[in-house]
């Protein structure tokens, strides 16, 4: 029997740019090989802020709900705010 915990997961991730301390935000299904990503330069819209380090993470069974809330952190100005006021210690 396959337990139901062992289902990929896929991650909405907030990380903090050590270089200039700004938050980015995305989404993947391995949060460890994308963070190596993101600090050995690979992506492309990171590349000059590295190093980074994960500040906040959310996890969803589905790959579209996950997608939907990157999409609103990114364009929805109250639902990033809020997140912001939530985890304000984990910004500083």
Known sequence: MISRYNKIMFAVYILKSLKDHRLY?????????????????????????????????????????????????KLRTNAYRQLKRRIKKSIE
């Open 25 to 73: 935000i995305g989404s993947t299904k391995n949060l460890r090989e994308r963070l190596l990503e993101h600090n050995d330069g690979k992506v492309y819209s990171t590349k000059n802020r590295r190093p980074f380090k994960v500040i906040y993470c959310e996890l969803y069974r589905s790959e579209e709900d996950a997608r939907v809330r990157e999409h609103n952190l």
